[in-house]
């Protein structure tokens, strides 16, 4: 590959952050909550609401749980990487624009629907992490993996600031009201994705080409294949406590990203103001994703890691409590935009450093399995924790503040187990 092809392969794979990410801002963590309990289930108890809210984030997990690893194998054996990753990116994309068509009152399709999406954008990030070995060396894996988060946080945020504004004053855009212009948000999301996905179908590629085999080849060498790397896994205690560590911590994460709207709208905080908290969380962490990025350089990615840690224990354990009013919010939504790039980014690169070469497939379909499930934990928590103080008639609002918290412990768990790893490995310096 020349360094031309080479730089176009980086760019592009980066890009691909900058187009999905508008799924995970605009539609799971901005618009999609507020509208699913505003309009497509409108007249329902708030913790009932976001009790289906939970339990949906919490199902979509559990699906892509289970197929990441069936996936991650199946793609390394028939070197189908891009082809699982237009595919599922796809779905995700078809998804999004059918949010458009769902009426008011069917919060169960417009759940089916969602949960759809969820799938594609998850199953697709697994091919996308899984290229990072292709497109950067083992030196520049950190920094690459830091711009691929920050392109994706500057790119969605400048997404979301027209959506704001559609939201916001929609007949500037010749659109009859609010409604209409979060469903048409949810269009642009769709065509956003679409769009910037573009260029890495085109120019990123992976390092071997293969023969293509036969299709029951290919399910049977790569269900072997699971089997035989989650062993190799197990031997591997490095390997093994760092994606238990991540299974607690990202869970939070997780969790923080996709009811952190839901929680807000509970304790009264207008829909503006959460919109501008979430664009906050953007470009506060296009800069800060970059920062720890350089940061890992000299002080080693596991030690930036902690560090992220410790923000979300503020943010969780502290902020469920403390917050009362719109400039609380927007103040956590700032912490938070410190942290979230760099523990996903360096969760990814540092991974990406531990696996034996030509088998980041398989191995990447392990961490997204345990990346996914963690997205099960957080969710029902809340959940739990809504119907459990909504049958016992206690406030709502105490019951979205006790959701919240318990997600510490999560992040506390994560963290301690990510403690106990050797730093006397290189990549853990």
């Given at each position: 590959m020349s360094l031309s092809a080479h730089k176009k392969a980086v760019w592009a794979w980066c890009l691909y952050d900058w187009a999905n990410s508008a799924f995970i801002l605009t539609v799971g963590a901005a618009f999609f909550p507020g509208f699913f309990k505003g309009f497509w289930s409108s007249g329902v108890d708030a913790t009932i609401s976001t009790a289906r809210l939970g339990f949906g984030n919490a199902?979509?997990?559990?699906?892509?749980?289970?197929?990441?690893?069936?996936?991650?194998?199946?793609?390394?054996?028939?070197?189908?990487?891009?082809?699982?990753?237009?595919?599922?990116?796809?779905?995700?994309?078809?998804?999004?624009f059918l949010l458009y068509f769902i009426p008011q009152g069917e919060w169960f399709t417009a759940l089916l629907v969602f949960i759809a999406a969820r799938i594609g954008f998850n199953l697709a990030n697994l091919f996308y992490d899984a290229f990072l070995i292709d497109v950067a060396d083992v030196n520049n894996r950190d920094i690459v993996s830091s711009w691929g988060y920050a392109l994706g946080y500057l790119g969605c945020g400048l997404l979301f600031i027209v959506n704001l504004l559609m939201f916001k004053n929609p007949t500037l855009f010749?659109?009859?009201?609010?409604?209409?212009?979060?469903?048409?948000?949810?269009?642009?999301?769709?065509?956003w994705w679409l769009l910037f996905s573009i260029p890495l179908v085109l120019f990123v590629h992976e390092k071997k080409a293969d023969a293509l085999k036969p299709f029951h080849i290919i399910i049977r060498e790569g269900l072997t294949k699971i089997g035989v790397t989650g062993a190799a896994i197990f031997r591997q205690k490095t390997v093994l406590l760092f994606l238990i560590a991540y299974w607690f911590y990202i869970d939070g994460v997780h969790t923080v990203v996709l009811m952190s709207t839901d929680f807000g709208l509970s304790l009264g905080i207008p829909m503006g103001t959460l919109m501008i908290?979430?664009?906050?969380?953007?470009?506060?962490?296009?800069?800060?994703?970059l920062?720890?990025?350089?940061?890992?350089?000299?002080?080693?990615?596991?030690?930036?890691?902690?560090?992220?840690?410790?923000?979300?224990?503020?943010?969780?354990?502290?902020?469920?409590?403390?917050?009362?009013?719109?400039?609380?919010?927007?103040?956590?939504?700032?912490?938070?935009?410190?942290?979230?790039?760099?523990?996903?980014?360096?969760?990814?690169?540092?991974?990406?450093?531990?696996?034996?070469?030509?088998?980041?497939?398989q191995y990447f379909g392990f961490y997204n399995m345990v990346g996914r499930f963690a997205v099960i934990i957080g969710p029902a928590i809340v959940a739990l924790s809504n119907v459990i103080f909504h049958s016992l008639q206690l406030p709502s609002q105490l019951a979205s503040r006790a959701g919240i918290a318990a997600i510490s412990f999560l992040f506390i768990i994560g963290g301690g187990v990510l403690g106990t790893i050797s730093t006397k490995n290189e990549s853990f310096q």
């Open positions: 199902f979509a997990g559990l699906c892509v749980a289970i197929l990441s690893p069936v996936l991650g194998a199946l793609a390394g054996v028939g070197r189908a990487k891009k082809q699982f990753l237009v595919l599922f990116a796809s779905l995700g994309v078809l998804m999004t010749g659109i009859a009201d609010s409604t209409m212009a979060i469903r048409l948000i949810f269009l642009s999301a769709a065509l908290a979430l664009l906050c969380v953007q470009f506060i962490a296009f800069p800060s994703a920062a720890f990025g350089y940061l890992s350089r000299s002080i080693g990615p596991k030690k930036v890691i902690l560090i992220a840690i410790g923000i979300y224990v503020v943010i969780t354990g502290g902020g469920a409590w403390i917050l009362r009013t719109g400039g609380h919010f927007i103040f956590f939504a700032c912490l938070t935009g410190t942290a979230q790039g760099a523990i996903q980014a360096l969760s990814r690169s540092l991974f990406s450093k531990m696996i034996p070469p030509d088998k980041e497939s």
